[in-house]
């Protein structure tokens, strides 16, 4: 029994399981679907087109399946990523279909490490190694790894690396070591976006807490922000040459804001209006150009909420809900659903963020210092989306942490239940510390 115990608590076993999982769910997925006409498997959308543009040798470009020169739409690992499995695999084959959902499948399989290291430097090793369990059969985690083409697997990674590293960077006295944690944060940002909401919180919090140890934390900290420059320098000189100084990281905020924010909004946003499905909305962005096209979507977006705060109030509470329960409206009757799978879902996509909830509650009372940068992620990530539109994926970066916060709640209440009725014994759930 202890043998299979050591087992079970080896975070090998946890990610094997997490991969082992995620590939069956693959097999099944394409086991029965019939063979695409002219074997033509189309992947990623926008992140596909590019990525087919940067093969055939049109550079970073397109994201539309028609050639319209340079784009900003993503920032660009991912597409990257994607034309190096095209260009192995081939353009929208089956074979790379697959190649890239396994690279998807291992970065999810991957995440299951820093999410157990996570939750043991913050709250134990038995809250760490069950957040790792949660994490590998977490329902999310599993399909987006599997049916997205996009970058949602690999950003929950990188951010909760970053995450990791903002509590360790602390310990860590070399200009190298700070370096580095400043060139991650860069990769993650030109991974995905989002990432720079909560960049100066987490910088800003790890430039603290050196303070207290170090003397030389400014120099340090100096570090960190320079390979953070370097690291998205190439980015962002690229686009100001391209775009003449009209884009920065990513150009398509302003269809976002006017998709989530405009006189047809019926509760989120209008996914049939973006230039994907809209033949309408696609020609006047082939006519226009992207930064024209962009820049009239956000004036008109901007006009709509300022002349309709009670619709826009409406939609924030709708993308509010449906960002942390899958539900645009309110909490659904969980047993009023026929489908026992469909019940399943519905109970974790409401208990995850109320034991998040109260693990985070938990982690502040312990130390409120600590409990900063979880706090960061949690109110921040997601704020750009309540803004615009949401789905449950766009959530997912900051989901390895909900599973250490909701995990962290589940164990500090079955170790008070042991201390208090059992053993009479201390509370076995270590402090909430940086050591």
């Not at 913050?122 to 083409?149: E, K, N, Q, T």
């Not at 905020?253 to 033949?279: A, C, I, K, R, Y």
């Not at 209440?413 to 201390?426: H, I, P």
Request: aromatic share 16%; charged share 15%; net charge positive.
């Amino acid at each position: 029994m202890r043998r299979v115990g050591r087992f079970l608590l080896s975070p090998y076993t946890v990610a094997s399981a997490a991969l082992l999982i995620r590939l069956v769910f693959l097999f099944f997925l394409f086991h029965d679907q019939p063979a695409r006409t002219g074997n033509r498997y189309v992947v990623g959308y926008e992140t596909g087109s590019i990525a087919a543009s940067i093969v055939e040798g049109r550079g970073y470009s397109s994201p539309l399946y028609t050639e319209s020169g340079p784009t900003a739409w993503l920032t660009p690992v991912y597409p990257y990523l994607l034309a190096g499995v095209f260009k192995l695999f081939g353009i929208y084959t089956l074979h790379s279909s697959v190649a890239i959902r396994v690279l998807n499948i291992l970065f999810s399989s991957l995440t299951c490490f820093p999410v157990i290291q996570l939750g043991r430097r913050l709250f134990g090793s038995s809250a760490g190694i069950a957040a790792g369990w949660v994490w590998a059969c977490l329902p999310y985690s599993i399909f987006f790894s599997v049916v997205w083409v996009w970058d949602t697997s690999l950003s929950a990674l990188v951010l909760t690396l970053a995450l990791l590293w903002t509590y360790r960077i602390e310990e860590r006295q070399s200009a190298a070591s700070w370096a580095g944690f400043g060139a991650w944060w860069g990769f993650a940002a030109l991974v995905n976006a989002a990432v720079l909401s909560v960049l100066p919180g987490c910088f800003l919090f790890a430039a603290w807490r050196s303070r207290q140890r170090n003397p030389a934390w400014v120099r340090l900290a100096g570090f960190a922000t320079l390979a953070f420059a370097l690291t998205v320098s190439p980015w962002i000189i690229r686009n100001e040459v391209v775009f003449h100084g009209q884009v920065l990281f990513r150009s398509n905020f302003g269809l976002e804001l006017w998709l989530g924010n405009n006189p047809g909004v019926p509760d989120s946003w209008t996914w049939w209006l973006h230039p994907n499905d809209s033949p309408e909305e696609h020609d006047k962005y082939m006519r226009m150009g992207e930064v024209a096209y962009m820049q009239e979507k956000q004036r008109l977006a901007w006009e709509f909420m300022r002349t309709h705060p009670s619709d826009v109030s409406r939609f924030v509470y709708h993308r509010f809900m449906e960002t942390w329960t899958g539900n645009k409206d309110s909490f659904a009757d969980i047993w009023q659903a026929k489908s026992i799978l469909i019940r399943a879902n519905l109970i974790v996509n409401y208990s995850l963020p109320l034991l998040m909830f109260f693990g985070l509650l938990a982690a502040r009372r312990k130390s409120p210092a600590l409990a900063i940068p979880m706090l960061n992620l949690i109110a921040l990530f997601p704020m750009v989306y309540y803004l615009c539109h949401t789905t449950p994926r766009y959530r997912h970066p900051i989901d390895p942490l909900a599973c250490v916060l909701a995990t962290s709640a589940v164990v500090f209440a079955v170790e008070a239940v042991r201390g208090r009725f059992w053993s009479g014994e201390k509370l076995a759930v270590q402090p909430l510390s940086a050591d």
